[in-house]
């Protein structure tokens, strides 16, 4: 049976009424109110408007954050962990692959995306596997998103629209058994969450809600056009005028909303 280890309960910030927050403290300059300056420096394309922050890499400082400035959790995360080879699925923009061979000079490391090719090499015996994924239903410890609300209907209709077009979400406990059934060791399940906005009291999860917020807020959009008209038959009409809900809810600091977070890892045998 691995381990599984969860986050405690995220309690609300009482005083918080969604303007800009000072319990961040005077030095929110180099990190939350940035957003005011360098997040919201949008581009356009296609008549959508995407983030300016590096184009991807927002996502990967909300990641660090979760993970205590490591780029990941699994053993070969460590800084002082001799690696030799490492394989980074789905890089992106490149910036985990950069920061890790950065981190670790010693290592080889390769990113890949969207790559129809298929590997010609295999992990070695003792390596590990982490895999980092959101889950795609937002929850609250308050009972505060209820079946009523936007955030939790539009997670159902993006399920739902998977499902329709052949690509389900896969939850967590599915890629723990996974691992475990394809013969992985020592496998480890750690759940984190990344809050809506700053409604948290907390200050790591207040800066994580202020990150998240302009995440989710910049992908919306693109993240429910294509499985909402392809899979449930919407219009564009339909999915924005839907959308304006979903917004406010993601803004309102009386939702007490969040997305689980999973890092899950495991170790290849050693070769008998």
């Known amino acids: ?34 957003i005011s300056s360098t997040i919201l420096d949008y581009r356009r394309e296609n008549g959508r ?26 053993p070969p995360g460590l800084p002082d962990s001799k690696v030799k080879n490492v394989l980074d699925v789905g890089t992106g ?29 295999n992990l070695t015996p003792g ?8 889950g795609c239903e937002m929850a609250s410890d308050d009972n505060t998103v209820t079946k009523d609300t936007a955030l ?4 159902k209709l993006l399920d739902e629209a998977a499902v329709k077009l052949g690509r389900p979400f896969v939850k967590f406990d599915e890629m723990r058994e996974h691992m475990i059934k394809a013969g ?3 496998v480890v399940d750690k759940r984190f969450k990344w809050p809506t906005n700053r409604w948290p009291k907390e200050r790591k999860y207040k800066e994580l809600g202020a990150w998240n917020n302009e995440n989710t807020g910049a992908a919306l959009e693109a993240l429910t ?17 839907f959308l304006t809900d979903v917004r406010k809810e993601l803004n309102d600091p009386r939702i007490h909303a969040y997305w689980p977070i999973c890092s899950i890892y495991g170790k290849k045998p050693e070769a008998t």
């Open 225 to 241: 056009l294509a499985p909402f008209t392809r899979g449930l038959g919407w219009s564009h009409e339909e999915v924005v005028v």
């Open 184 to 186: 992985f060791t020592d």
């Open 127 to 134: 390596g590990w596997v982490e895999i980092q994924e959101v």
């Open 1 to 34: 049976m691995a381990e599984v280890e969860t986050n405690p309960v995220v309690l609300p910030d009482d005083q918080y009424d969604g303007d800009q927050d000072s319990t961040l403290g005077s030095d929110a300059g180099s990190s939350t109110q940035s």
């Open 49 to 74: 408007t995407y983030h300016g922050y590096k184009d991807g890499n927002l996502q990967h400082h909300l990641c660090l954050l979760t993970y205590g400035d490591r780029l990941g959790i699994a």
């Open 93 to 121: 923009t490149g910036i985990w692959a950069i920061d890790f061979g950065d981190e670790h000079p010693e290592a080889q490391v390769v990113g890949i995306d969207l790559s129809p090719t298929q590997p010609s090499v």
């Open 152 to 155: 939790y209907k539009w997670c």
